[in-house]
């Protein structure tokens, strides 16, 4: 197999959905791969670089071509969606969006504040809004895959299901009822103009 930047993300990719992002290192990705670490620095500059991308290719399928035909809770739902299908995803995204110039930040939150052109809001506020719909999606979204795990972690040692369909219900509802008041709270701000 030829060594590129597409083979170590499939690979980063692999072991992160097997064993999570604590064990998603650039040794284990190399050896993954049948390399010395050193050759993947060649192609991806250190781990950070290698999260950014990853979190990109998780994120980049949930943009829509046309974002002014988009919803914001449509878009945050897809986001949501798409951490939650990868293990420790949320926790992968959030810290490739922490990086300082994160392009693919400042193109969710693009993508998001474009969705709340009809709420009539400035600027500032649309910014505002888009950050935190951002921080909605992620921070629910960690927190349910920590729950997850946990109850995986804790049903091994006992023999139960790792986890039961309400919760998992409430969990989704519980988001989308959080987009819903965030939403009446910016559409407000909108009217008061």
Not at 94 to 109: F, I, K, W
Not at 141 to 159: I, P
Request: glycine share 8%; hydrophobic share 40%.
């Amino acid at each position: 197999m030829q060594l590129s930047r597409d083979s170590i993300i499939a690979a980063a990719l692999e072991i992160l959905d097997s064993f999570g992002l604590a064990d998603m290192t650039m040794r284990r990705v190399a050896s993954q791969l049948g390399v010395a670490p050193g050759a993947l620095y060649w192609h991806v500059a250190n781990k950070q670089e290698l999260i950014a991308a990853i979190a990109e290719r998780i994120i980049t399928p949930t943009l829509p071509p046309d974002p002014g035909l988009d919803t914001p809770a449509g878009l945050c739902t897809r986001l949501r969606e798409a951490l939650l299908s990868r293990r420790d995803g949320a926790e992968l995204v959030g810290a490739a969006l922490s990086q300082p110039d994160s392009a693919t930040r400042a193109d969710v939150e693009k993508q998001l504040a474009l969705t709340l052109t009809p709420y009539r809001l400035d600027a500032d506020d649309e910014r505002v809004g888009a950050a935190t719909l951002l921080h909605l999606v992620l921070g629910s979204t960690t927190l349910e895959q920590a729950r997850r795990q946990l109850a995986e972690a804790t049903a091994a040692g006992d023999g139960q299901p790792p986890e039961t369909t309400s919760t998992t219900e409430t969990a989704d509802a519980d988001f989308r009822r959080g987009i819903e008041l965030c939403l009446a709270g910016l559409a407000g701000v909108g009217e008061a103009r």
